[in-house]
């Protein structure tokens, strides 16, 4: 039981976080709840139980990975660490218990429909209960941005500072999804709310093992996080000391390398039991491998990875301008001035703040010598930090004593807040609205007992569909490293199926191979996309769907793959 005193203890600490801190994060946690059940499967069949979102690994990733460990298994999903599956398989846990309790839960069992009399329900539930974590995690990025912006330059600057991360385009989506960013992000931010502590009254211990532990967190969630943490031991060695703390906490004093070594204790342990390295070592290592491989392939001027860049000159450039595009993205190219602007007076003003400044710089070339991707859940960490110094350039602007400076500051900040509004408002609405359930309504009133469907590309995308209706896949699909055949040859094959088992009808819609504005699966021959356009190929479309934008005069930024409300057609025989 808790006791009088640990109570009081939270009570005390629960008083002394700032009001904007905490209402803030309440607002961020309802607003990213709005649409929080975008994207979970409508599990009819076997091959419906993965969600929309590109590795959104829910519902049954983080349960296939806890199967995995305890009994290994073939193949496992090597994408990531553990730490975000042990997190998500506890918030599970409370919901599987009231299956077994009532009788819905039969044993575990690896084929459809796992052991659960009703997989529809219990998947629905299980992908919404794992997006409400990304929904938490999310709504503590804001309160730690809150809290940092206030920390260094005062209240104004940090609620500023909380809504413009509150707001971000890449932290409303991820924020609803079940991939691990949100997570990694929540321990990265809290990380450097302790190291911005840390800057200010030097590392103690009980700070450094919490820094220690959240970068633990961090890296055992996504080991690209490290690029937002490796400057952190040189900043903190390299900070100006203080006479009145010089005895405890300068970098010559015992003091100090207890609290470091604390830290790196903490770090070690929290990593090797998050990451998987103490519990399942066979599986961390082979993730490692697959790592190497990736960036090995990624290096090859022949990937066909969309957001790959190899390491030549062309690809430098290329890796450059696809950064900066991401970036303004992500923050508003007004955004992007003041945060410039921001770190600019920083460095002018000799401020503590300056250490802030470094990591997103560090972090951007860490990705340019090690990952070569340019995606903008990747740049995600850069983007948070820099919002900060976009905060601060605003609130210095708006107090300045110039009129024309005080006009800037609200023009350019406005035009920031007001873009990042918008852009929220439509991605919220076309996740609400996404172009899949009205196709799955239609698919509904016109399929039957024999209906079949034919489609291209990962049948995870496919619109909600009825346990009686057949999805066929009308050519092979091996995802993204892989360069389908689109000659004359596959055309007739794909006819000669159809031809053989005539299907009721046939569904094209981009996916995550569809880059470079490609309106259907990389997989469709796009001389077979334009026969079922034009009809030549015996077709007609019959049905078309995609939801407008709510607020159109604001263009939209696109995520990494076209994920939320795709283009859809549907085509019948004629």
Not at 432 to 451: K, P, V
């Amino acid at each position: 039981m808790i006791s009088a005193w640990q109570t009081s203890r939270l009570h005390s600490w629960l008083r002394s976080v700032p009001t904007e801190v905490v209402l803030l994060t309440v607002c961020a946690g309802l607003f990213y709840a709005v649409g929080a059940w975008w994207g979970v499967p409508y599990a009819t069949g076997p091959e419906r139980t993965h969600a929309w979102g590109v590795d959104d690994d829910t519902p049954l990733g983080p349960l296939t990975q806890i199967h995995q460990i305890i009994s290994p298994q073939p193949d496992p999903w090597l994408s990531y660490p553990l730490m975000h599956t042990f997190i998500a398989a506890a918030a599970y846990a409370p919901y599987f218990l009231g299956l077994v309790v009532t009788g819905q839960f039969a044993g575990v069992s690896a084929s459809y429909p796992f052991g659960l009399t009703d997989p529809v329900a219990a998947l629905r539930t299980l992908s919404i209960i794992a997006h409400l974590l990304s929904v938490v995690m999310g709504a503590v990025v804001v309160g730690a941005a809150t809290w940092i912006g206030r920390a260094l330059w005062g209240r104004d600057t940090g609620v500023l500072y909380g809504v413009l991360v509150l707001l971000s385009f890449p932290l409303v989506y991820y924020a609803r999804v079940g991939n691990v960013d949100a997570t990694a992000s929540a321990f990265s931010m809290l990380a450097v709310a302790v190291f911005v502590d840390g800057m200010r009254r030097g590392l103690r211990q009980p700070g450094a093992i919490w820094l220690g532990a959240l970068t633990g967190a961090a890296l055992a969630t996504k080991e690209s996080s490290v690029g937002v943490f490796a400057a952190m031991p040189f900043l903190l060695l390299l900070r100006r000391e203080h006479p009145a703390d010089a005895a405890s906490v300068a970098w010559r004093a015992a003091g100090f390398w207890r609290a470091a070594a604390a830290g790196g204790i903490a770090c070690v342990v929290v990593f090797g039991f998050g990451s998987g390295l103490f519990v399942a070592p066979r599986r961390f290592f082979a993730h490692i491998a697959y790592l190497r491989d990736l960036l090995e392939l990624v290096s090859r001027a022949d990937v066909g990875h969309p957001f790959a860049f190899p390491s030549t000159l062309a690809g430098d450039l290329g890796y450059l301008r696809a950064t900066a595009s991401k970036l303004i993205q992500g923050i508003t190219a007004p955004g992007i001035v003041l945060a410039a602007v921001g770190i600019g007076l920083v460095w002018r003003n000799r401020s503590q703040a300056r250490a802030l400044s470094v990591l997103p710089v560090v972090y951007v070339l860490y990705l340019y010598f090690s990952y070569r991707l340019v995606q903008i859940r990747y740049l995600m960490p850069a983007m948070l930090l820099l919002l900060a110094f976009a905060a601060h350039a605003v609130v210095m602007m708006a107090r300045a004593p110039n009129l024309r400076w005080r006009v800037v500051a609200i023009l350019l900040g406005g035009a920031v807040i007001l873009q990042e509004a918008v852009v929220a408002t439509n991605l919220t609405y076309e996740m609400l609205r996404d172009s899949r359930y009205a196709a799955g309504a239609w698919l509904a009133e016109h399929t039957d007992q024999q209906s079949t469907i034919a489609y291209f590309g990962p049948s995870s995308t496919l619109p909600p569909l009825e346990a009686a209706v057949e999805a066929i896949r009308a050519t092979e699909d091996r995802g993204l490293y892989w360069t389908p055949p689109v000659d004359d040859r596959t055309i007739a094959a794909i006819l000669a199926r159809w031809e053989g088992r005539r299907p009721t009808f046939i569904i094209t819609m981009p996916d995550y191979t569809s880059h470079d504005g490609l309106p259907h699966a990389r997989s469709l021959p796009p001389r077979l996309y334009q026969a079922l356009l034009n009809g030549s190929a015996g077709v007609s479309m019959v049905a078309e769907f995609h939801t407008s934008a709510l607020i159109p005069w604001v263009p939209m930024p696109s995520l990494d793959y076209p994920v939320v409300n795709p283009h859809i057609r549907i085509f019948a025989p004629k």
